[in-house]
């Protein structure tokens, strides 16, 4: 049974950048036939794809957010993680880490870890 | 970006009865569509992929109908434990996009 766990701040300042790790057990991020992914749920906006990475270190992000943000994939540690930089209150949200199908779907996702972005 | 745009928003009803869910994209996603259920303070939940396939584990009570812009899910006779939101999502198109919702409640 695959588990993610996310850990970083929960709060932080506006203009900051936002850094969530995820961990991973009960599988391997190295395998070709998923890929390890961020999506948000505020209140404003629902549900949000942030981004992707595959094991090959291809990505795509969103392009409402591709500017801000950044993912990568720590095979050795089996943890992927999130930055997202000059954050304001819009990025307020609950953060989860998932594992998508290569077809788009997700089977497995983290608790989420509630982000506020406040002074 | 593909928009997905659920109905109701609200949909109640008793414990026994049926209820139908629908979901519409602005484009054609072929089958692409996925059905996640979310209660409170949980993540949400993979039920349908492919428009029609159960995942592991989604009861025989949840069916997935449609393809191009309109979906339905279908749940024949709701148990306690169904009251939740349903989101659908599509897959065909990045950005990956989800629909607002639709809450199930107790009538």
């Known amino acids: 049974q695959v588990q993610l766990q996310e850990s970083g701040p929960g709060l932080v300042k506006p203009s900051q950048t936002l850094s969530l790790t995820c961990n991973v057990s009960?599988?391997?991020?190295?395998?070709?036939?998923?890929?390890w992914t961020w999506i948000r749920q505020s209140a404003g906006k629902g549900l949000e794809w942030i981004g992707r990475?595959?094991?090959?270190?291809?990505?795509n992000y969103n392009p409402s957010l591709e500017s801000r943000v950044t993912i990568s994939l720590d095979t050795s540690k089996n943890q992927f993680s999130l930055k997202m930089s000059s954050v304001t209150a819009a990025d307020t949200a609950v953060y989860y880490c998932?594992?998508?199908?290569?077809?788009?779907?997700?089977?497995?996702w983290g608790q989420g870890t509630l982000v506020t972005v406040s002074s | 970006e593909i928009l997905m745009t659920q109905s109701p928003a609200t949909l109640s009803a008793s414990p026994g009865e049926r209820a139908t869910l629908s979901c519409r994209a602005s484009q054609s996603i072929n089958s692409n569509l996925a059905w996640y259920q979310q209660k409170p303070g949980q993540a949400p939940w993979l039920l349908i992929y492919g428009a029609s396939t159960r995942a592991t584990n989604t009861p025989a009570r949840f069916s997935g109908s449609g393809s191009g812009t309109e979906f339905t899910l279908t749940i024949s006779s709701l148990q306690s434990e169904d009251f939740a939101v349903y989101y659908c999502q599509q897959y065909n198109n990045w950005p990956l996009t989800f629909g607002g919702g639709t809450k199930v409640e107790i009538k």
């Open positions: 009960g599988g391997s991020i190295s395998s070709g036939y998923y890929s």
């Open positions: 998932v594992r998508e199908q290569w077809l788009g779907y997700v089977d497995y």
């Open positions: 990475m595959y094991p090959s270190g291809r990505s």
